[in-house]
T-cell receptor, first 114, second 117 residues
Framework: DAGVIQSPRHEVTEMGQEVTLRCKPI?????LFWYRQTMMRGLELLIY????????DSGMPEDRFSAKMPNASFSTLKIQPSEPRDSAVYFCASSPKGSSYEQYFGPGTRLTVT | AQSVTQLGSHVSVSEGALVLLRCNYSSSVPPYLFWYVQYPNQGLQLLLK??????LVKGINGFEAEFKKSETSFHLTKPSAHMSDAAEYFCAVSGSYSGGGADGLTFGKGTHLIIQP
C-alpha cells in the first residue's frame, strides 16, 4: 500500500496568494482528516470527512480556509488569501471503515508564507 | 470534550534504561487512546492503540502502554531504550461521532525523548 499521499511536500508562497494542498487517502479508507502542526499550538484538527461528507469543520481557523472531498480518493485544503501566520506543517490522515479509529498519516506539507 | 496532558515536554534516559512517557486524558465518552511517534521532518506513525479490549496494549518497536481508567492514564513504556527511539511522542484521544465513524484526534503537546549514550 502506498500510504497517504500529500502534495506538494513543500510550498513557499507570498502573503495574499492562494495555496492548495492535496491529499490522496489510503484506498478503502472512508474517513479523512486534515491537521495542522505548529510549535506554538501543536497538532490541531482542522476538519474531517466521513464518506466524503464534512462532519466537523470547527477547527478551521478562518473563512480563508476551505476543504473539499469530491470523491473517496482525493481531498484539497485551500487557503485564500494566505498569511504568514498560516505557516505550518499540514497533515492529512485517513482511517478505515469499521476500525478502532486509528488514523494513518501522510508525510505532511510544509507551508511557508512570506 | 476531550483533552490530553503529557507530563514532561522533554524526557532524557540512558541507552538501555526504562522509558516512561506519561499521558493523562479527559473524555466524556469511553475513549480510544493512541500513541504516535514522529521522527524529524516526517509524519506520525502509530505505535499502539487502546480500544476497550485488553488494558495492557503492546505496540511496535517494543513499546507498550497500560490503560488505567481509575487514574485516567495511558502511560507509554519500553523496558530498554535504544538510540533509534529518539523522537517526538504524542498521546491522542478519540471518540466516535454519532454517525458511527471515526472522530478527530485530540493530541497532547508531545514529549521529546532523548537517549543518552
Amino acid at each position: 500500500d502506498a500510504g497517504v499521499i500529500q502534495s506538494p511536500r513543500h510550498e513557499v508562497t507570498e502573503m495574499g496568494q492562494e495555496v492548495t494542498l492535496r491529499c490522496k487517502p489510503i484506498s478503502g479508507h472512508n474517513s479523512l482528516f486534515w491537521y495542522r502542526q505548529t510549535m506554538m499550538r501543536g497538532l490541531e484538527l482542522l476538519i474531517y470527512f466521513n464518506n466524503n461528507v464534512p462532519i466537523d469543520d470547527s477547527g478551521m481557523p478562518e473563512d480563508r480556509f476551505s476543504a473539499k472531498m469530491p470523491n473517496a480518493s482525493f481531498s484539497t485544503l485551500k487557503i485564500q488569501p494566505s498569511e504568514p501566520r498560516d505557516s505550518a506543517v499540514y497533515f492529512c490522515a485517513s482511517s478505515p471503515k469499521g476500525s478502532s479509529y486509528e488514523q494513518y498519516f501522510g508525510p505532511g506539507t510544509r507551508l511557508t508564507v512570506t | 470534550a476531550q483533552s490530553v496532558t503529557q507530563l514532561g515536554s522533554h524526557v532524557s534516559v540512558s541507552e538501555g534504561a526504562l522509558v516512561l512517557l506519561r499521558c493523562n486524558y479527559s473524555s466524556s465518552v469511553p475513549p480510544y487512546l493512541f500513541w504516535y511517534v514522529q521522527y524529524p521532518n516526517q509524519g506520525l506513525q502509530l505505535l499502539l492503540k487502546y480500544t476497550s479490549a485488553a488494558t495492557l496494549v503492546k505496540g511496535i518497536n517494543g513499546f507498550e502502554a497500560e490503560f488505567k481508567k481509575s487514574e485516567t492514564s495511558f502511560h507509554l513504556t519500553k523496558p530498554s531504550a535504544h538510540m533509534s527511539d529518539a523522537a517526538e511522542y504524542f498521546c491522542a484521544v478519540s471518540g466516535s461521532y454519532s454517525g458511527g465513524g471515526a472522530d478527530g484526534l485530540t493530541f497532547g503537546k508531545g514529549t521529546h525523548l532523548i537517549i543518552q549514550p
